[in-house]
């Protein structure tokens, strides 16, 4: 087994090392409710099979289902599991809007 790095900040983890492997699975979360007219569907249908043509087998596989994977050190470990969905550096963080509103 080789040297691996930390995906977030390049640090080198040789054997032995503590290290995370971390697993993302990223499912379409289909409701069952699709938001169409009925009288508009085949329409929609046709509209979804044309954009799908353009689209490679993997683009088409993402829309559904996608897998990610990666190692962190420990540090980045910590960082990620405190904001795993990076919310610290969204463009409008919540606050930001709340301010907007107040004024
Ligand atoms: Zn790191």
């Given at each position: 087994m080789s040297d691996k790095y930390c995906a977030r900040c390049g640090k080198m983890l040789p054997e032995g090392s503590l290290k995370y492997m971390v697993h993302i699975q990223i499912?379409?979360?289909?409701?069952?409710?699709?938001?169409?007219?009925?009288?508009?569907?085949?329409?929609?249908?046709?509209?979804?099979?044309?954009?799908m043509e353009d689209m490679d087998v993997q683009e088409l596989e993402d829309e559904v289902y996608q897998e990610i994977s990666f190692v962190l050190c420990e540090r980045c470990k910590k960082l990620f599991a405190r904001d795993p969905l990076n919310s610290e550096t969204v463009i409008f963080p919540l606050n930001k809007k709340l301010e907007n509103l107040i004024h």
């Open positions: 499912l379409s979360d289909f409701d069952g409710v699709l938001p169409y007219a009925e009288d508009d569907l085949s329409e929609e249908i046709q509209t979804l099979l044309k954009k």
